[in-house]
């Protein structure tokens, strides 16, 4: 069964959330600080649970430690109306945040989301290119001019997407469906930013044209190659 780790200082919060997820059918693992998290990650791990304002090391303090090594899905958990911190969160790799207090049914479902995308296996490997790029995603991996690219699993599947959809108009409400698995709600920026995390990472065209283009007051277009 899917293996997540909690990484919060409440200890009353993880004890429950334990209690909640491994009735789930999860197996649970906890941490109550950024070191004991880090301590704790194997590649066993499916899922993070991890909390921001901690003792010792805090949860942006970890996660940006964390993606030095592993592309581990990290779903934050935020103070409600911390916009600042989920912006900085998805910046440094989150794939996803959920502001406290939060109902048990829109916790399960943002795991599940995570999940399901992230532990897609096809039934066989599959690859596609486009231009420069190409993408296995039995393996999940995206090379860029011959060179692999470290991309978290989000900003996999966003790729994934977009090179299905070349040369078309794909509006953020699709694209949070399609790869965050939630509906896109008013201020949530969580798109925005693995969009601009995603350019970043992918080299220049040779063409020097924009692979992602934003289309504005409708949402984002992966360019076409009209050469």
Known sequence: MP???LVDDDIELTA?????????????????????????????????????????MNGMEMLKKLREQWQTPVLFLTAKGDEIDRVIGLE????????????DRELLARIR???????????QTTTAQHQDLVINSGAQEAY?????????????????????????VITKEALSLE????????????????????????PPRP??????KTVRGKGYLFVEDRS
Do not use: W
């Open 3 to 5: 293996h997540i780790l």
């Open 16 to 56: 429950l959330l334990e209690d909640i997820l491994t009735f789930e059918g999860f197996t649970v693992s906890q941490a109550h600080n950024g070191f004991e998290g880090l301590e704790a990650i194997t590649e066993d791990i499916d899922l993070i649970l991890l909390d921001i304002m901690m003792p010792k």
């Open 92 to 103: 440094l790799g989150a794939d996803d945040f959920l502001p406290k207090p939060f109902s």
């Open 113 to 123: 989301a995570i999940l399901r995308r992230t532990q897609h296996i096809p039934t």
């Open 144 to 168: 860029c001019q011959d060179k692999l690219i470290d991309l978290t699993s989000t900003e996999f599947s966003l790729l994934e997407y977009f090179l299905k959809s070349t040369g078309t």
């Open 179 to 202: 790869v965050l698995g939630k509906r896109l709600s008013p201020f949530d920026r969580a798109i925005d930013m693995h969009v601009s995390n995603l350019r970043k990472k992918l």
């Open 207 to 212: 063409d020097g044209k924009p692979r992602i």
